[in-house]
């Protein structure tokens, strides 16, 4: 073998350990990777947590000056910023089944407040859903109070009273109604878009080199993936709705 060739293979051996990343060099950017998403995650729950008690503060000082709407309203504000555990939204969902049934049980001079508990409650829980709505026997039964008390201010604006049932059986099945996307659609929206964030972190991870250089082969892999998830999650986002 002549020098130059020679000299050729020995440097493509040489640059070849030098295009492959080092485990170490793998561990120390995947950990970059997982930290970055521990901290946008933090500080998410962080911010669900300090408005979710400032809305609380806000009910109890609405409570205090005798404003049932606007104690109504941060009550369903803090029910909204649901984090598990954190027990803010526990105590706003509590609080307004406990106003609404207060309500309710003065008659019809307490209806107006009593739906407004229940229509907060409901609201409140649906706009928090995931995979199906939380709390669902507690959401069926604000349905059943905001049927019920629909039903009895129809019959005293004029309506048969012969056909309170009905109208109870009517209200109740438009609310039995989950508005939204198809759970299915939803979920496998929400697969996509984890495949996307997880290629994502996989071109970062496998597709660049030590020194931040391209990987060709890997890097083409994982961002093909990326993209297709990413397709994947728009078009299931648009046809959610059928």
Do not use: Y
């Amino acid at each position: 073998m002549t020098e130059p060739a020679r000299a050729s293979a020995g440097s493509s051996s040489a640059a070849s350990p030098a295009s492959t990343p080092s485990p170490r060099a793998r561990s120390r950017r995947l950990a970059l990777v997982l930290g970055g998403l521990v901290v946008a995650l933090g500080t998410l729950a962080a911010r669900a947590v300090v408005e979710g008690r400032a809305e609380l503060a806000a009910a109890d000082q609405a409570h205090a000056r005798a404003e049932l709407d606007a104690e109504l309203e941060h009550l369903g504000r803090a029910l909204r910023w649901r984090l598990p555990v954190a027990g803010h939204d526990e105590a706003a969902l509590e609080r307004l089944w406990a106003r609404g049934e207060a309500e309710q049980a003065r008659g019809p001079e307490g209806r107006p407040t009593a739906l407004a508990a229940f229509r907060e409650l409901r609201e409140g829980l649906l706009a928090t859903r995931v995979w199906g709505v939380p709390h669902q026997a507690q959401w069926e039964a604000a349905n059943e109070r905001i049927a019920a008390l629909m039903a009895e201010q129809e019959v005293e604006l004029g309506t048969d009273p012969t056909l309170l049932d009905d109208r109870r059986a009517h209200h109740l099945a438009l609310l039995s109604r989950v508005p939204g996307p198809a759970p299915a659609h939803a979920g496998l929206a929400a697969l996509a878009f984890a495949g996307w964030v997880g290629c994502t972190a996989g071109v970062l991870v496998r597709g660049l080199g030590p020194r931040g250089r391209l990987r060709p082969r890997p890097a083409l892999r994982w961002g093909l993936g990326a993209l297709l998830c990413l397709v994947a999650w728009a078009v299931l986002l648009a046809t959610a709705h059928g």
